[in-house]
């Protein structure tokens, strides 16, 4: 894999259905990977390298205690997606409305 | 390319700072596939791949006049996307909240 920014990274790992749904499931609490893989059919090694994804993202993290290993959320990374995304569409919005503002002026102008 | 809902094409599609780039870029309007080409350093058909992605995404779209080829901005995609982020991260900070406001209650109650 190539070294991407944090930012690509979160963005990457939620590019897929599957890794999206293991975080649904982690918003309950803390899971272990055979919780996590149950309602999936996929292979035990697809469901590691998904959760491998999730990690390297900083949005899981995986701790191993004397009986199991359990996956808890991080949501920090999210943080910096919802920015990006909210700021490219909170600027087109106003551009939209500044565009819907000009086109009213206009007509008001031509029923004048 | 293997067929993926559209939530993954939008995630993937952001997935890359090149790409992201060229997203903030169309913020200022269309403009033509050499304009956004202008500020990387990568060949024109490794533009046109990432074009492409953002196309398939829905997040620009391709106009050709006689004249030239344009791309604008689409933002409707990013809405999915964003809802999905802000329903994810709003419930994990309630959680906190709640987690926030039981320690709370627990330490008064521990210095009462």
Do not use: Y
């Amino acid at each position: 894999m190539d070294a991407r920014d944090e930012l690509s990274l979160v963005f990457q790992a939620l590019a897929d259905p599957t890794r999206r749904a293991m975080l649904s499931h982690l918003r309950d609490g803390a899971a272990t990977v055979g919780e996590l893989a149950e309602p999936f059919e996929i292979s035990r090694p697809a469901i590691s390298q998904h959760l491998k994804v999730l990690e390297r993202a900083g949005l899981i993290e995986r701790t191993a205690t004397a009986q199991w290993r359990t996956c808890t959320l991080r949501t920090e990374p999210l943080d910096a997606a919802s920015d990006w995304v909210e700021r490219h569409r909170d600027e087109w919005n106003e551009r939209f409305d500044l565009l819907d503002r000009r086109l009213r002026d206009l007509k008001g102008t031509t029923d004048a």
